[in-house]
């Protein structure tokens, strides 16, 4: 992607809802990307200096960069220990998603009915010469333990159970029954 196509948005993507006071929540919807990562960790940051007991976060995402993720989920960490942090997965939770939705406070982690659930190893890709794409790949890796570890912290989900999964080499869907099971999230709603 060109860096004029990076610069090119819709309004809708730039646009931030300002809530009233006193409602305590906040959204990730669409890619996880630098912008969202942004908004999310303001908005988390802002809840937790406004002293909010706690709040909700929807989430409703494809996925997207692992470091935004990554970003998003140490300030999650962060907060989690002043307030509450009540995520909700609706629709899609997906990729990056995952990890943010089992990031809630345990016993507080919903999943929608019907929302679809997916996780799979990293992707990466690059090109160039050989030795960029060997360092390239062993920061993937890097990349994937950070996951696997972080998921394991997160969920019910073994190192073993995830690299089980993985090894399956395609996208892995679960229920909203199986995320509960795996303990990614903790009440189908």
């Known amino acids: 992607m060109?860096?004029?196509?990076?610069?090119?948005?819709?309004?809708?993507?730039?646009?931030?809802?300002?809530?009233?006071?006193?409602?305590?929540?906040?959204?990730?919807?669409?890619?996880?990307?630098e912008k969202k990562a942004e908004e999310a960790?303001?908005?988390?940051?802002?809840?937790?200096?406004?002293?909010?007991?706690?709040?909700?976060?929807?989430?409703?995402?494809?996925?997207?960069?692992?470091?935004?993720?990554?970003?998003?989920?140490?300030?999650?960490?962060?907060?989690?220990?002043?307030?509450?942090i009540a995520t909700v997965g609706l629709g899609k939770v997906m990729s990056a998603g995952v990890l943010l939705l089992a990031a809630g406070t345990k016993g507080k982690r919903k999943v929608g009915k019907n929302c679809r659930i997916m996780?799979?190893?990293?992707?990466?890709?690059?090109?160039?010469?050989?030795?960029?794409?060997e360092n390239e790949m062993k920061e993937i890796n890097k990349m994937q333990e950070m996951y696997i570890?972080?998921?394991?912290?997160e969920s019910d989900l073994t190192r073993g159970k995830i690299r089980d999964l993985f090894s399956k080499?395609?996208?892995?869907?679960?229920?909203a029954k199986e995320a509960v099971e795996y303990g990614i999230a903790d009440l189908i709603i």
């Open 2 to 33: 060109s860096e004029q196509e990076e610069q090119v948005g819709t309004e809708e993507e730039e646009e931030t809802v300002e809530l009233p006071p006193g409602i305590n929540l906040i959204g990730l919807f669409g890619d996880v990307s």
């Open 149 to 153: 570890d972080a998921l394991c912290d």
């Open 119 to 133: 996780i799979h190893s990293v992707i990466g890709g690059s090109a160039g010469p050989l030795h960029d794409l």
């Open 41 to 84: 960790i303001y908005a988390l940051k802002t809840l937790e200096i406004l002293e909010t007991e706690e709040f909700e976060f929807y989430i409703s995402t494809h996925g997207g960069n692992a470091s935004d993720m990554f970003a998003i989920y140490d300030m999650m960490r962060l907060t989690r220990d002043k307030c509450n």
């Open 169 to 175: 080499n395609v996208n892995i869907y679960l229920s």
